[in-house]
């Protein structure tokens, strides 16, 4: 499946691979091994990490993943989600069109939509806080220059 023209262009234009790619050198298993990652984390925490960083957070028990509120402009709705789980972050933006959903992918899948299916960019790793803290403001970053870009 293909990337819609717009949302594919706009990961382009913010060097999606390469910042994604980075955030995952540097947060990765050998950094954190096994036995030192955050596998259960306070929620209470991760919502005030969130709320420091700008954004107003939500957690969907249901699916057991944390948002952020959801940002409209124009006839685009953004939001985005953030899986943690055995001390990864999985990443998940989503984008609307009215009704119509034109992202809703992890990460992931934008590298092999946009390189090749088999291309693979491993999730990043925490081990503290700290590190999700800065996981999470690198990760805002790229967001708010998707937005701008699209």
Same mark, same amino acid.
């Given at each position: 499946?293909?990337?819609?023209?717009?949302?594919?262009?706009?990961?382009?234009?913010?060097d999606?691979?390469?910042?994604?790619?980075?955030?995952?050198?540097?947060?990765?298993?050998?950094?954190?091994?096994?036995?030192?990652?955050?596998?259960?984390?306070?929620?209470?925490?991760?919502?005030?990490?969130?709320?420091?960083?700008?954004?107003? !957070?939500? *957690?969907?028990?249901? =699916?057991?993943?944390?948002? @952020?509120?959801?940002?409209?402009s +124009?006839? $685009?709705?953004?939001?985005?989600?953030?899986?943690?789980?055995?001390?990864?972050?999985?990443?998940?933006?989503?984008?609307?069109?009215?009704?119509?959903?034109?992202?809703?992918?992890?990460?992931?899948?934008?590298?092999?939509?946009?390189?090749?299916?088999?291309?693979?960019?491993?999730? !990043?790793? *925490?081990?503290?806080? =700290?590190?999700?803290?800065? @996981?999470?403001?690198?990760?805002? +970053?790229? $967001?708010?220059?998707?937005?701008?870009?699209?």
């Amino acid at each position: 499946m293909e990337l819609n023209p717009i949302v594919k262009t706009s990961l382009i234009k913010i060097d999606f691979i390469k910042r994604y790619e980075a955030l995952s050198d540097q947060y990765n298993a050998e950094r954190n091994p096994a036995d030192e990652r955050l596998l259960y984390i306070d929620g209470s925490e991760v919502m005030e990490i969130i709320r420091n960083l700008g954004y107003v !957070p939500k *957690f969907n028990s249901r =699916e057991k993943f944390f948002k @952020i509120e959801e940002e409209r402009s +124009g006839e $685009y709705t953004f939001g985005f989600h953030i899986i943690l789980r055995g001390g990864s972050t999985e990443f998940v933006w989503v984008v609307k069109e009215g009704k119509e959903v034109l992202l809703g992918s992890p990460w992931g899948v934008y590298a092999k939509r946009i390189i090749d299916s088999s291309y693979r960019i491993k999730l !990043p790793i *925490f081990g503290t806080y =700290e590190d999700l803290e800065e @996981i999470l403001r690198i990760a805002f +970053g790229m $967001y708010e220059d998707f937005k701008a870009a699209f």
